[in-house]
């Protein structure tokens, strides 16, 4: 339980590191690469779970949401070899990277507003 809630105020204290990381690949994204939206979408997807899923996280309960982060952990990992086998790898892991910084900013900004209600 403790653990979760260290999770969560790291990122909570680096949303603004990942929001400008975000600002910092969509201009790269702009200049440079090309977007992956299916990609995008299913790493957003996937790593939204895994966020979602600590909010049930109990001493009861611990073993199953490891083995749930574990299984979605390794369709991220697929999803990635999946997409990057048809083109770039480094455009391929930078839309995996911003679809995760895209999820952590808005978290953290969530955690933040929850926490001043």
Do not use: Q
């Not at 990609?39 to 199953?64: C, D, K, M, P, Y």
């Amino acid at each position: 339980m403790e653990k979760a809630s260290e999770i969560r105020e790291k990122i909570f204290n680096g949303r603004y590191i990942s929001l400008s990381l975000f600002l910092f690949l969509l201009i790269y994204f702009s200049v440079f690469g090309f977007f992956e939206i299916y990609l995008i979408l299913t790493v957003a997807l996937l790593f939204s779970l895994v966020l979602a899923s600590n909010e049930f996280l109990t001493n009861e309960n611990t073993g199953g949401v490891a083995i749930l982060h574990m299984v979605i952990i390794v369709l991220m990992i697929g999803a990635y070899d999946y997409f990057s086998s048809a083109g770039s790898r480094l455009n391929n892991f930078l839309n995996f990277m911003l679809a995760v910084v895209a999820i952590l900013f808005v978290y953290g900004f969530y955690l933040g507003y929850r926490t001043k209600k």
